[in-house]
């Protein structure tokens, strides 16, 4: 069982950038591979990044490469979204989710734990 919980959403003006953080319990977190979704107001929840048990491999969405960056950390059980030059688009509830399991799912039904999210918001 994992429990997730995730922080760092707010306000921002169209150019700036946030840090999302999710924090994940249980002894096991580097036995999942991560990942993040979004879902704006009237749309599906969209992937937007993920990575490997061990950091070493990652996969971004196209609307978000070269502007997005996921990490984690394993000795403090959490998972990173740093967001740069973000555009009004990125507005969006930011989840994370966990998936046992190191191959880098795109798909919601390819985790197992959701975090509640976090709302990110960027005025243009």
């Known amino acids: 069982q994992v429990q997730l919980s995730e922080s760092g959403g707010g306000l921002v003006q169209a150019g700036g950038s946030l840090r999302l953080s999710c924090a994940a319990s249980g002894r096991t977190f580097s036995s999942y591979s991560m990942g993040w979704f979004r879902q704006a107001p009237g749309k599906e929840r969209e992937f937007v990044t993920a990575?490997?048990?061990?950091?070493?491999?990652?996969v971004y969405a196209d609307s978000v490469k070269g502007r997005f960056t996921i990490s984690r950390d394993n000795a403090k059980n959490r998972v990173y979204l740093q967001m740069n030059s973000l555009k009004p688009e990125d507005t969006a509830v930011y989840y994370c989710?966990?998936?046992?399991?190191?191959?880098?799912?795109?798909?919601?039904?390819?985790?197992?734990?959701w975090g509640q999210g976090t709302q990110v918001t960027v005025s243009s």
């Open positions: 989710a966990a998936r046992y399991a190191n191959g880098l799912g795109k798909l919601e039904y390819d985790y197992d734990y």
């Open positions: 990575i490997s048990w061990s950091g070493g491999s990652t």
